[in-house]
């Protein structure tokens, strides 16, 4: 299995500008989860999703959107980037029902800047 | 609401010596706690977790253990080694959500 895999590991964007932060994972679970991680504040939920057709907004939602249209995708979409969003993004996902069924396993991570 | 705070750091100790890492949550029902851990240029780790009260999740000779009473879980580890110098993240899930603390770093020295 690869795991979570996330692309690309690094982009640097204008203002204004959209773009795509691709997550897969290739070990069927139900449960995939976006974060971002900023100096001195851990992670923070963007967006999840309990299975394909189904997202849900988690801490910090605004300036993002999700679709899940297959159980392995889970692309995050930044509409227009601004320079608030520069962050390093982090997806995960997770068996549901696996007992427990909270663990996690996480991607390598994109780093992103905004200009 | 659900939030997590613990210590921040860095924590620095030489090898051997005894390390706690402290977690206090904030948390309606009942969540399940976890410790992960990041090591440079990496994604985070499942260290150990906890489900439900008085449990103890152990790994690698890390403990934590969950105690409703004083809505913490503390991580413990009786003799660090250089190998795990990192940042360290407590965290809770809840309702279909993870709330994670700001971390923090440790810094072994031989």
């Known amino acids: 299995n690869a795991g979570v895999t996330q692309t690309p590991k690094f982009q640097v964007l204008k203002t204004g500008q959209s773009m795509t932060l691709q997550c897969a994972q290739d070990m069927n679970h139900e449960y995939m989860s976006w974060y971002r991680q900023d100096p001195g504040m851990g992670l923070r939920l963007i967006h999840y999703?309990?299975?394909?057709?189904?997202?849900d907004q988690g801490e910090v939602p605004n300036g993002y959107n999700v679709s899940r249209s297959t159980t392995e995708d889970f692309p995050l979409r930044l509409l227009s980037a601004a320079p608030s969003q520069t962050s390093v993004y982090f997806c995960?996902?997770?068996?549901?029902?696996?007992?427990?069924?909270?663990?996690?396993?996480f991607g390598p991570g994109t780093r992103l800047l905004v200009l | 609401g659900n939030s997590v705070t613990q210590m921040e750091g860095p924590v620095t100790l030489s090898e051997e010596a005894f390390l706690t890492i402290n977690c206090t949550y904030t948390a309606t029902g009942y969540p399940s706690l976890f410790w992960y851990v990041q090591y440079p240029g990496e994604g985070l780790q499942l260290l150990l977790k906890a489900t439900k009260a008085d449990d103890k999740g152990s790994n690698k000779g890390f403990e934590a253990t969950y105690r409703k009473e004083t809505t913490s879980f503390h991580l413990e580890k009786g003799s660090v080694q250089v190998s795990d110098s990192a940042v360290y993240f407590c965290?809770?899930?809840?309702?279909?959500?993870?709330?994670f603390g700001s971390g923090t770093k440790l810094n072994v020295k031989p």
């Open positions: 995960a996902s997770s068996y549901r029902w696996e007992p427990p069924r909270e663990t996690q396993y």
């Open positions: 999703s309990v299975g394909a057709g189904i997202t």
């Open positions: 965290a809770l899930y809840n309702f279909n959500k993870f709330y």
